[in-house]
């Protein structure tokens, strides 16, 4: 009996592909499948990011001039859990977290910190911040401002993208309707005061790391991408405008040619989803996306060999016609990356770039019998989760029913059970394993970046105009209950020193913690 393979979305790989597909489709035209660009890399490379952030402002922005002296094209910034969850660094809550996973945040002073020496106009910046997404992008507007920049020309991206927080992640603060308030009133805003801003990067990525596989992940994101653009729409905002601004985050894993074929599949449904919601300019027609190799792919046990993995990941991405990357650290399986290995990261973007070729021409595996049969069925498969989703109201209401959580749980479940059982092989986990571990420099975080940044928040509240940050605070807490647009309030606020916890925790007044 032939051996059946099949990839863990659940596609059975056929033992050879002779059927000829027709290829008639053209980059840069609907539905792009082929990508976004006529000439794709030929003409520029994709952006090389590297997501960094921890500590300190200070220690982060040492990180930033680091990562742009060796070649770095966009900065993504990494912001720790109380940040992400609208708690000050001297909050209670905040004990144990302040500038673990990324770096903390409490005012505008801080952010002017994190950006010492860097013109904000002449830098793309993502920041990977949800909940408190509105925040962040007002407290990056306000120190925009300070430096005396066009916001006309400020670019980046702000992931802003919280119904995969429900889904998968849990950094969420308020229920589900008045977070949609938030970012369409972030839609709106940013369309007219920074027009070139990506106004919400709808995440795969952490829906994958979260246990889904390859079409969970695709179909997932583009729900809720399609909850967006309804949502937006219902607010009387113009697909042609604000969907032109939407961009997507997405995973790459181990499966080469799996996850080419998720890119382009990623495409061609966006396009026609977009479509039938009345998109006519070709440009709010199109997927836009970041890629970020597997975070939960990266083994502790020969940290080394994750080097090997993060460059098959990066071949994937590029092949798929990612427009801006960010490659894994070998060590973060273990801590938040060293300089060596962020550098190391780096390094594998730039081979792949200038030295393998994968840029010279445009969807470089077009026409390969295999790939075109696997985007279609990654396409197909993700079609049919859609549907479901469709007939149970859309995103919001599918995960308020749990399933979107319970499918990424049971895929999650079987991929464990198959490594366990042998079925999925590991390299350094459940095969050639090494007896002798020896474990890489680890970098750490010391405890006392609590006290720093708590101290900072005293010396703050008393050197700062209290009566105009009580006056808009207020301001806040009225709009809150109407259907005011929050931006201009929330960048008057930080610009009058109010910190993030503050402004978070009148919202919560009003709107209450999801739960």
């Given at each position: 009996m032939e051996k059946t393979i099949q990839t863990d979305s659940g596609i059975v790989i056929a033992p050879l592909y002779t059927q000829p597909v027709a290829m008639e489709e053209q980059p840069g035209s609907f539905p792009f499948t082929r990508g976004i660009h006529a000439s794709m890399y030929r003409d520029k490379l994709w952006t090389m990011r590297q997501y960094a952030g921890f500590s300190t402002a200070e220690e982060s922005n040492k990180r930033?001039?680091?990562?742009?002296?060796?070649?770095?094209?966009?900065?993504?910034?990494?912001?720790?859990?109380?940040?992400?969850?609208?708690?000050?660094?001297?909050?209670?809550?905040?004990?144990?977290?302040?500038?673990?996973?990324?770096?903390?945040?409490?005012?505008?002073?801080?952010?002017?910190?994190?950006?010492?020496?860097?013109?904000?106009?002449?830098?793309?910046?993502?920041?990977?911040?949800?909940?408190?997404?509105?925040?962040?992008?007002?407290?990056?507007?306000?120190?925009?401002?300070?430096?005396?920049?066009?916001?006309?020309?400020?670019?980046?991206?702000?992931?802003?993208?919280?119904?995969?927080?429900?889904?998968?992640?849990?950094?969420?603060?308020?229920?589900?309707?008045?977070?949609?308030?938030?970012?369409?009133?972030?839609?709106?805003?940013?369309?007219?005061?920074?027009?070139?801003?990506?106004?919400?990067?709808?995440?795969?990525?952490?829906?994958?790391?979260?246990?889904?596989?390859?079409?969970?992940?695709?179909?997932?994101?583009?729900?809720?991408?399609?909850?967006?653009?309804?949502?937006?729409?219902?607010?009387?905002?113009?697909?042609?405008?604000?969907?032109?601004?939407?961009?997507?985050?997405?995973?790459?894993?181990?499966?080469?040619?799996?996850?080419?074929?998720?890119?382009?599949?990623?495409?061609?449904?966006?396009?026609?989803?977009?479509?039938?919601?009345?998109?006519?300019?070709?440009?709010?027609?199109?997927?836009?996306?970041?890629?970020?190799?597997?975070?939960?792919?990266?083994?502790?046990?020969?940290?080394?060999?994750?080097?090997?993995?993060?460059?098959?990941?990066?071949?994937?991405?590029?092949?798929?016609?990612?427009?801006?990357?960010?490659?894994?650290?070998?060590?973060?399986?273990?801590?938040?990356?060293?300089?060596?290995?962020a550098r190391i990261a780096l390094r594998t973007q730039q081979i792949i770039g200038y030295e393998s070729g994968v840029a010279d021409t445009v969807d470089p595996l077009a026409g390969s019998f295999y790939v075109e049969a696997l985007t279609n069925e990654v396409e197909g498969k993700a079609w049919e989760l859609i549907h479901k989703i469709d007939a149970m109201g859309g995103a919001v209401s599918a995960i308020e029913q749990g399933f979107i959580q319970d499918e990424i749980a049971r895929s999650a479940y079987k991929y464990q059970q198959e490594i366990e059982n042998n079925e999925k092989i590991i390299i350094g986990v459940n095969k050639f394993t090494a007896a002798d571990h020896v474990a890489p420099e680890v970098f750490r975080i010391d405890d006392s970046i609590r006290v720093i940044q708590s101290a900072r928040l005293q010396s703050l509240r008393e050197r700062r105009d209290n009566a105009a940050v009580q006056n808009s605070l207020q301001r806040i807490r009225q709009a809150a209950s109407t259907s005011e647009n929050l931006m201009p309030l929330v960048l008057e606020a930080v610009e009058h020193l109010c910190t993030l916890g503050e402004i978070s925790d009148v919202l919560r007044e009003v709107w209450g913690e999801y739960k």
């Open positions: 930033y001039h680091y990562l742009l002296s060796q070649g770095v094209m966009g900065l993504s910034v990494a912001f720790d859990l109380p940040t992400q969850i609208g708690y000050d660094s001297d909050h209670p809550m905040a004990e144990g977290e302040v500038g673990k996973v990324g770096v903390a945040i409490d005012s505008l002073e801080d952010m002017e910190i994190l950006f010492k020496g860097i013109s904000l106009e002449q830098i793309s910046t993502s920041m990977t911040i949800n909940a408190t997404g509105f925040i962040l992008l007002a407290l990056y507007i306000a120190l925009a401002k300070r430096q005396g920049a066009d916001l006309k020309k400020i670019s980046g991206t702000i992931q802003n993208d919280i119904l995969k927080e429900y889904a998968a992640r849990g950094t969420f603060i308020y229920p589900p309707q008045p977070s949609m308030r938030l970012i369409t009133d972030i839609f709106a805003w940013c369309s007219k005061e920074v027009p070139k801003w990506n106004t919400i990067s709808i995440s795969g990525y952490h829906i994958r790391e979260a246990g889904a596989n390859a079409v969970q992940e695709l179909a997932f994101t583009l729900a809720n991408g399609k909850a967006y653009l309804k949502a937006a729409q219902e607010k009387g905002l113009d697909i042609n405008v604000f969907a032109k601004r939407l961009s997507f985050f997405f995973n790459a894993h181990n499966h080469l040619f799996e996850e080419v074929a998720k890119f382009r599949a990623a495409r061609r449904m966006w396009a026609h989803i977009t479509r039938e919601l009345g998109a006519t300019d070709s440009k709010a027609q199109m997927l836009r996306f970041h890629t970020q190799t597997g975070g939960s792919t990266l083994t502790a046990q020969q940290p080394q060999n994750n080097i090997v993995r993060v460059a098959v990941q990066t071949l994937a991405a590029t092949l798929g016609g990612t427009q801006s990357l960010h490659t894994n650290g070998y060590d973060e399986a273990l801590s938040l990356p060293t300089e060596e290995a």
